[in-house]
């Protein structure tokens, strides 16, 4: 079982969680437009990526520790 304090933390991740992903269509349509550029892409791509994976990875701790993420609306 999780002390209040680490409980405290989850809750604070779980909102930074929410407010990335409300972030992640604003960057993929930035990518979209450096690419349509010709721009080269491939580090801020891999940036994004890392991004949603550590999103999908701390989502499963705060579950699993039975706090919600509050996730953003679909936008598209």
Not at 20 to 39: F, G, S
């Amino acid at each position: 079982m999780a002390t209040e304090k680490t409980m405290q933390v989850l809750g604070d991740i779980a909102v930074a969680i929410g407010d990335a992903e409300a972030q992640l269509p604003t960057a993929r349509e930035l990518v979209k437009l450096m690419r349509d550029a010709n721009e080269d892409v491939s580090e801020v791509q891999g940036l994004v990526t890392e991004i949603e994976a550590r999103i999908l990875q701390w989502t499963r701790v705060v579950e699993r520790a039975g706090l919600t993420v509050e996730h953003p609306p679909a936008t598209e």
